[in-house]
């Protein structure tokens, strides 16, 4: 882990006077929203996405696509419906490079998009997006029928010949290093001659949400899956080749992103109510109402959306978080102002996420005071009384969203580079702020 020069500046976070009482708007969900542009920019007529996630990953996901030919207009709908994006497919061309950033969304799901396209596309990223596991994807395409140049190491940057239709089929893959493997073959096999049917020959698969999430969103645009949910069998998804429909699609607010407003109420003993939460979805972040009830909270929902409620306790809690690895950071933080330990379990490959996310949680609370050790799988945390100082980030949106959340109850915290929020939430400190009453 290095902390890069350019983004040493240091945001105050703020220190919660009291318990807060706010309404705070979450913008869309990120991997709904770049599932929903793949899936627009692959379908046989154009589609529409509302109140898309406006944020560095999905702005890399929208340009990666319009530097392949797809268009993708950007317009603000009638009173009340906000942005829009209308997604028009076409052609998929090469020679294209692709900026990924750090989205794994972009660097998984864009490849097998790029073997459809004519000609070869360049993908290319921050150095962090040089050590994300991709192997997967990679060697996958190749036994689809792709032609992929990388330099050995099964990792970016890499260009994937495109030659305008791919074969598909069958391809064994292990994907317990992340679900993105998964989800970014079944995302494109639609458009393969012969489909495509995924296995999953590793140990545990992580992020299961995120599949269901792929899966549900291909069945919403008419693509035939069948999951082992659906009686196949287990760790074996298939698509059935076919023409994906153009639809007209609400994107949901991003429930990981309420985490830590979640988490503020529950910090301060406060109310947030969090407007349009889905009944039904398929996000992770749905696994919070239980979560931060068990750590001391209490919600509902309502015809207002989310209300959450702190009681004023704050409680530990041991739980397997592999279905949900990305809340990892927000509980973490939360766990080190309770009143009791935690085991946070299952998240081993969350050393390969933004930045080495164990390593970095236990450093980063430990110099604030806080006790906090690996495990192989994941961190136990044991409360204690934490001091102000600096917070780290690593260029991890959910590293400087969680330090915010310990800043609301220890003094002088102050966040390096909370800039960074911008992958996936624009505007957190004024968000944040708001919330706050200031
Ligand atoms: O498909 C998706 O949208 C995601 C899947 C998960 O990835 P991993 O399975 O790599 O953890 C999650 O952590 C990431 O934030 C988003
Ligand atoms: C792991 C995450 O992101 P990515 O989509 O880059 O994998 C995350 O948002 O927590």
Not at 30 to 37: E, W
Not at 374 to 393: C, K, M, S
Request: glycine content about 12%; charged content about 20%.
């Amino acid at each position: 882990m290095t902390v890069n020069p350019a983004h040493t500046a240091l945001w105050p976070a703020p220190h919660a006077s009291g318990a807060v009482d706010a309404t705070v708007h979450v913008p869309g969900s990120k991997s709904v929203t770049n599932r929903a542009l793949v899936l627009a920019a692959l379908a046989s007529e154009p589609g529409w996405l509302r109140r898309p996630l406006r944020s560095r990953d999905t702005l890399l996901m929208a340009e990666a696509l319009r530097t392949m030919g797809v268009e993708i207009e950007e317009g603000v709908g009638p009173e009340g419906t906000g942005e829009f994006w209308r997604v028009i497919p076409a052609g998929l061309h090469g020679p294209a490079t692709v900026d990924v950033g750090n989205a794994g969304t972009v660097m998984r799901f864009l490849p097998p998009v790029a073997a459809l396209a004519d000609g070869p596309v360049r993908f290319d990223g921050d150095p962090r997006s040089y050590e994300r596991p991709l192997h997967g994807v990679i060697d996958a395409l190749r036994v689809l029928g792709a032609r992929v140049d990388d330099d050995g190491r099964g990792a970016l940057p890499l260009t994937v010949h495109g030659g305008g239709a791919l074969e598909g089929g069958p391809v064994d893959i292990d994907a317990s290093s992340s679900s993105q493997f998964v989800s970014a073959l079944l995302l494109s096999g639609p458009r393969f001659n012969q489909g495509v049917e995924v296995r999953h020959t590793g140990s545990a698969l992580p992020s299961m949400p995120h599949i269901r999430m792929t899966v549900d969103m291909l069945r919403s645009v008419g693509a035939q899956v069948d999951t082992p949910e659906s009686g196949g069998e287990p760790n074996v998804w298939r698509v059935t080749p076919g023409a994906l429909l153009g639809r007209d699609l609400t994107i949901e607010p991003d429930l990981s992103n309420a985490q830590p407003f979640l988490a503020a109420a529950l910090v301060t003993g406060g109310k947030v109510v969090i407007p349009d939460w889905p009944l039904r979805t398929t996000q992770p972040g749905d696994r919070l109402r239980e979560i931060f009830t068990d750590m001391g909270g209490s919600c509902e929902l309502t015809d207002l959306g989310l209300v959450f409620s702190g009681t004023g306790a704050i409680h530990g809690i041991d739980v397997d978080l592999g279905e949900v690895g990305e809340l990892t950071p927000g509980i973490a933080a939360v766990a080190a102002l309770a009143d009791s330990p935690s085991t946070l379990r299952g998240v081993a490959h969350l050393r390969l996420h933004e930045t080495d996310r164990l390593a970095a949680l236990t450093k980063e609370i430990n110099e604030l005071g806080g006790d906090v050790t690996e495990t192989a799988d994941g961190l136990h945390i044991r409360p204690r009384r934490l001091h102000g100082g600096v917070f780290h980030t690593y260029e991890d949106h959910r590293m400087a969203t969680a330090g915010a959340v310990i800043g609301l109850a220890v003094e002088s915290v102050r966040i390096e580079n909370v800039a960074t929020t911008a992958k996936t939430l624009p505007d957190f400190p004024d968000l944040w702020t708001g919330m706050l009453g200031a």
